[in-house]
C-alpha cells in the first residue's frame, strides 16, 4: 500500500458480488478517528483557551505551549498586542519601561511620542544638569566639559560654548550624497544615492526615541528642553538626514547621533527630512523654536549606544516573528509532506532532553498539527515489517529534529531580546552625574557590545532558522524526496512546467548570503582615534548586517510558505482524485467481468487493484499526465490478468476505459482547484489560517493555468507571475500583515 493511501485513506470496499465471482478491492476513504489525538477546535476558541497558565488548554493526547514570559511564543503574542496599543496611543518615555513593540511604533508607524510627566523624574533630570552648572561655577575639570575629547582628553579649555561646538564639528563628518539618480547628467550610479549613504528614516526615529529615553533617566546633564526639542522631532515627522555608515560603537555612535544633535539645534550643516519628502537645512526649521546647547550637551546627545540599540530592537522584534512562523511553516511543512506529530511528542522533548527552546519549539508544532487530517497525528501506530515495507520509517531530519534545531535559536533570540530591551532602557553616556551626592563619574558605558552580542546571535540564529526553512522547501520540490509530489510543486504537465525550480534556486542564493552575513562582526574590530579606542563593539555594524540578514530571510520565507501553499492544494488535490478511484474501479469490474467464469477467487488477485493504481500513479510524479494515467492502466491490468487468465481478451477493453475516465476524473479536479473553486482548507490543522492568508487575504491562486492552456488567450501568461506573488507575500511580512494571521493562529 502507498504511503498517502497509509496516510490519509483506511479501509476496505467489496464489490458487488453474484454467484459466479468476486473480486476485494482495498481502498482508502478517510482516516481512522482513533488515529488522531483530537480535532480541530472550533473557530470561535480563543487565546486562554490555547494558552492557560502556563500552556495549551490540556485535550487528549495534546501537547501545552509555555506561555511564561520566557517563551518565544508568548513575547510574539504579547508585543503583537503592545505594538497594536501604542499604534494608536502615544508612548510616553520615562526611562525605564521603554519596550521593542514601542520602539516600533514610534519608527515604522509614526506614533507620537511624551514625556513622562512624573515630577521626580523632571526634578531628577534638573539636579543632574545643576551638578553640571555648579562644577563649571568652580572651574572643575569635567571630561568633554572643559577637556578635550578622547585621544586628546589632555587639553583643557573654558571655551565651553566653542568646545561643543567643536565637539559636532568632528562628528558632523559622514558620507551623504546630495546627487539624484533621476536628474544626474554624468553617468549612473552604482545605486540609490540617497539609499546607499543615508539611514533609513524609521532607523533616525527609532534612535532618538531611545536616545530621549535616556537622557530623561537624569544621569547625562542635558536639560528637558532638550528632549522636548527632540519629541517635536518625532511628533512632526521630521527626521534628520544621518551617514549610514562611520561609526564603531565604541564611545557610542557618535557621528549618527551629532547629525540628531545638529537638527535639534537646528545646525546649518544637518539637513532634515520633511514629511512632505523635501530635504533642508535644519537651520530652516520654523517648525523649531532656536535652542542653543549648553555645555555637555552636545556630548549628552551624542555620547551614548542609542542607534546601535535602536536598529538592534527593530531586528529583534523582526526575528521573534521570523522564529515563530519557522515553527508555524515546520508545521504546514509537516502537512504538505504528510510527516507525523509524533515526532514532537513530549516525552522525546520534555522527558528525555527538556532544553527550553526545544520544548517550546515541539509543543508549539504539535499543537498547530492539531485537527490536521494529511499529517499523521495522535499515537505512531506500530506495524510489522511487512506492513510497511519500502515505506519510510521515520520523516527527515528537516521536520523530525526541527524542534532540535529552532530550539537554541529560539533561546538566543529570547535572551538577545532581554538584552536589547535593557540597553534601550539604559544610560550610555560619559561622564555620568549622580545627582544624589553631586559625584561626576567617569566610565564606559558606552562601550556597544552588550548589542553586538545580542545582533550575533541573532544573526547566527536567522542563518540557522533560514538553513532549516531551505532544507524543508528542497524536500517538498524533489519528488525523490516528496512522497509523490511533482517535480518543483508542478501542477499540471512538468515537460512543460517547472514552476518552482526557479524559486529553489532563489531560495539557495538567500540562504548562501545569510550564511555569509552569519559571520561576526565583532572579530574585524580595529583601533582607532588615537588608539584610546583600541576596542571597539562595532554593534551598529552588527545591527545593520542583522537588518540585512532579516530581509533576505523574509525573501526566504515568502518563497517557502508559497511553495508549502502550492504543495498542499496538490496534495488535496491527490487525495480527492485517489478517493474516485475505487468506485471507478468498481463500476468497471462488474461491467466487463461479472458473471465470467464461475468459481473464480477473489482470494487469487495478488497484491490489490487500488493499491497497484495508486503506487504507479504516486510513484510516476515525474511524468505528464497521460504517462502517469497509462503507467496507473499497466499497473491495474496485471492482478486483473493473474486472476482472470481466461479472460484476457476482455482485459484491455477495460483497462482503455479505466484509463479515460481516471484522465478526465483527474482533469476536472484539476481545473477546480487550478480556478480556486477547491481549496486545501479543510485538510488543514491549525496552520490553516496561514494557507488561507494567503489564497484568500492576498488572493494569491494555485499555481498552472497559464501552463494548462499552452500560454495562449488573453491572460495566457497569467495576472501575475511566481515572483510577483513571493513579492505579495514578501511585502505582507514587512508591512506587518503576516504577523496578524500568524497571531490568530494561536487565538
Not at 141 to 169: E, H, M, P, W
Not at 411 to 420: F, L
Request: hydrophobic share 40%.
Amino acid at each position: 500500500m502507498s504511503f498517502t493511501q497509509q496516510t490519509i485513506l483506511s479501509s476496505q470496499m467489496t464489490l458487488p458480488s453474484s454467484p459466479k465471482n468476486q473480486l476485494q478491492v482495498s481502498i482508502v476513504t478517510v482516516a481512522d478517528p482513533d488515529d488522531n489525538y483530537t480535532t480541530m477546535g472550533a473557530a470561535s476558541t480563543k487565546r486562554d483557551a490555547l494558552i492557560n497558565g502556563n500552556g495549551v488548554a490540556p485535550r487528549r493526547g495534546t501537547q501545552s505551549v509555555d506561555a511564561s514570559k520566557s517563551s518565544l511564543l508568548s513575547l510574539f503574542l504579547d508585543s503583537e498586542n503592545e505594538l497594536e496599543h501604542f499604534i494608536s496611543h502615544q508612548l510616553v518615555l520615562d526611562g525605564k519601561s521603554l519596550s521593542v513593540p514601542g520602539i516600533v511604533a514610534t519608527s515604522r508607524y509614526a506614533s507620537t511620542i511624551a514625556l513622562s510627566q512624573s515630577p521626580e523624574i523632571q526634578e531628577l533630570v534638573a539636579a543632574s544638569r545643576k551638578v553640571i552648572d555648579d562644577r563649571l561655577a568652580t572651574a572643575t575639570s569635567i571630561y568633554g566639559v572643559s577637556t578635550g575629547f578622547g585621544g586628546s582628553a589632555n587639553t583643557r579649555t573654558d571655551k565651553y560654548d566653542a568646545l561643543g561646538a567643536a565637539l559636532l564639528q568632528l562628528e558632523h563628518s559622514g558620507v551623504i550624497s546630495t546627487s539624484s539618480s533621476h536628474l544626474s547628467n554624468g553617468p549612473l550610479p552604482h545605486g540609490d544615492p540617497q539609499a546607499s549613504t543615508t539611514m533609513p528614516t524609521a532607523w533616525v526615529r527609532a534612535a532618538i526615541a531611545v536616545r530621549i529615553n535616556s537622557i530623561i533617566r537624569g544621569h547625562s546633564g542635558v536639560r528637558w528642553v532638550v528632549m522636548e526639542q527632540m519629541q517635536e522631532l518625532l511628533n512632526r515627522k521630521i527626521t534628520p538626514v544621518v551617514p549610514l555608515r562611520g561609526s564603531i560603537s565604541a564611545s557610542g555612535d557618535l557621528a549618527p547621533l551629532a547629525y540628531v544633535a545638529g537638527a535639534v539645534a537646528k545646525h546649518p550643516h544637518v539637513r532634515v527630512l520633511m514629511p512632505s519628502g523635501d530635504i533642508k537645512p535644519a537651520s530652516e526649521l520654523d517648525e523649531l523654536s532656536p535652542l542653543a546647547l549648553k555645555p555637555k550637551e552636545q556630548l549628552g546627545l551624542t555620547n551614548g549606544t542609542a542607534f546601535s540599540a535602536a536598529v538592534a530592537a527593530l531586528a529583534i522584534h523582526d526575528a521573534v516573528h521570523l522564529a515563530v512562523l519557522a515553527q508555524a511553516c515546520t508545521a504546514f511543512a509537516t502537512e504538505a509532506l504528510l510527516g507525523t506529530q509524533a515526532s514532537q511528542d513530549q516525552f522525546i522533548h520534555d522527558e528525555c532532553r527538556p532544553h527550553p527552546g526545544q520544548v517550546e519549539s515541539a509543543r508549539v508544532i504539535h499543537s498547530l498539527l492539531e485537527g490536521s487530517n494529511l499529517a499523521r497525528t495522535g499515537r505512531e501506530k506500530e506495524v510489522t515489517i511487512t506492513q510497511d515495507s519500502g515505506q519510510l520509517r521515520q520523516d527527515r531530519y528537516p521536520l523530525r529534529t526541527a524542534a532540535q534545531y529552532l530550539g537554541p535559536q529560539v533561546e538566543d533570540i529570547i535572551a538577545a531580546h532581554a538584552s536589547i530591551t535593557l540597553e534601550c532602557n539604559s544610560t550610555t553616556d560619559n561622564p555620568l552625574v549622580d545627582s544624589s551626592t553631586g559625584r561626576i563619574h567617569q566610565g564606559g558605558n558606552f562601550q556597544a557590545m552588550a548589542v553586538t552580542n545580542a545582533m550575533e546571535k541573532t544573526r547566527l540564529a536567522l542563518f540557522h532558522i533560514g538553513k532549516l526553512m531551505f532544507a524543508q522547501a528542497t524536500e517538498l520540490l524533489n519528488p525523490a524526496f516528496n512522497r509523490g509530489l511533482p517535480p518543483s510543486v508542478a501542477a499540471t504537465d512538468p515537460s512543460t512546467n517547472y514552476h518552482a525550480k526557479g524559486l529553489d534556486i532563489a531560495m539557495a542564493a538567500y540562504v548562501s548570503e545569510l550564511g555569509f552575513l552569519a559571520n561576526p562582526v565583532g572579530t574585524h574590530v580595529q583601533s582607532a582615534e588615537m588608539h584610546n579606542q583600541a576596542v571597539n563593539s562595532l554593534a551598529l555594524v552588527s545591527a545593520r548586517a542583522t537588518m540585512t540578514a532579516i530581509d533576505v530571510l523574509y525573501m526566504l520565507f515568502a518563497s517557502y510558505v508559497y511553495v508549502l501553499c502550492q504543495a498542499v492544494d496538490l496534495r488535496v488535490m491527490h487525495a480527492e482524485f485517489e478517493a474516485t478511484i475505487p468506485a471507478t474501479v468498481r463500476r468497471l469490474l462488474v461491467q466487463h467481468f461479472n458473471f465470467v467464469d464461475a468459481g473464480t477467487d477473489s482470494g487469487n488477485l495478488p497484491p490489490t487493484i487500488l493499491d497497484c493504481i495508486l503506487e504507479a500513479f504516486e510513484g510516476s510524479s515525474t511524468l505528464d499526465l497521460r504517462d502517469r494515467i497509462d503507467e496507473a492502466g499497466r499497473a491495474a491490468a496485471l492482478p486483473i490478468y493473474g486472476a482472470l487468465p481466461a479472460h484476457a481478451a476482455q482485459v484491455p477493453a477495460c483497462i482503455e476505459e479505466l484509463k479515460a475516465t481516471l484522465f478526465e476524473s483527474y482533469t476536472k479536479i484539476r481545473l477546480d482547484y487550478l480556478r480556486g473553486n477547491k481549496t486545501a482548507s479543510h485538510m488543514l490543522g491549525r496552520t490553516r489560517r496561514l494557507y488561507e492568508f494567503v489564497r484568500h487575504d492576498l488572493s494569491i491562486e494555485m499555481h498552472g493555468l497559464s501552463n494548462l492552456e499552452d500560454f495562449v488567450g488573453a491572460d495566457g501568461l497569467g495576472r501575475r507571475s511566481v515572483g510577483d506573488c513571493v513579492s505579495a507575500i514578501y511585502e505582507s511580512m514587512r508591512d506587518g500583515q503576516m504577523q496578524k494571521a500568524l497571531v490568530e493562529m494561536f487565538m
